[in-house]
């Protein structure tokens, strides 16, 4: 059981989240997310408070600013791409439930966003440029729990979600454990 009301795309991830977890689920309808949805999702996060829990695509990352511009205090999970792929089509709705409940048990509070790190972390880390950069961001981000992200929106996540020195580091060093 998920205390928290988590908010989706729509009814097909839905039901994937429903299969995996035992949660209260907001629609938004995709991007055309309507101010009356904004208002349940606003009265849920006083609440129980909110997860935003959409599509690891431009859509979803869209749906994602729209309502945290507008809802403060909103939690964050991000299911990783390769994870939501099926047949081409790229959503929650094809996640298997255990890849689901792994998402949200990495979920994201926003924090005041401080300057911990610097581009100098990026690029001495590999997350930058180069070779496998994409990739590398692309584990740090789901062992982080805080997506995949373009190099300029992978720093402003790190430090957005108050991620400590030490959990990049660890991070950085299963990451190296690993072949790219």
Do not use: W
């Amino acid at each position: 059981m998920i205390k928290e009301t988590i908010v989706v795309e729509g009814k097909d991830d839905q039901s994937a989240v429903k299969a995996a977890v035992n949660a209260e689920i907001i629609i938004t309808n995709g991007l055309g997310i309507s101010e009356k949805t904004i208002e349940r999702i606003k009265s849920a996060q006083k609440r129980t408070g909110v997860i935003i829990f959409t599509d690891p695509d431009y859509s979803g990352e869209k749906i994602r600013q729209i309502i945290s511009a507008r809802v403060s205090g909103c939690k964050h999970a991000y299911l990783p791409r390769k994870y939501s792929k099926k047949q081409g089509d790229i959503g929650i709705e094809n996640a298997k439930p255990e890849h689901i409940r792994e998402a949200l048990s990495k979920v994201q509070s926003q924090g005041i966003e401080r300057e911990v790190f610097t581009i100098d972390h990026m690029i001495d880390g590999g997350l930058l440029m180069g070779a496998g950069a994409k990739k590398r961001r692309e584990m740090m981000g789901e062992i982080l729990g805080i997506g995949y992200g373009n190099g300029k929106q992978f720093l402003k996540r790190l430090n957005h979600y108050n991620i400590s020195m030490e959990e990049f580091v660890k991070a950085l060093q299963k990451v190296e454990g690993r072949n790219l």
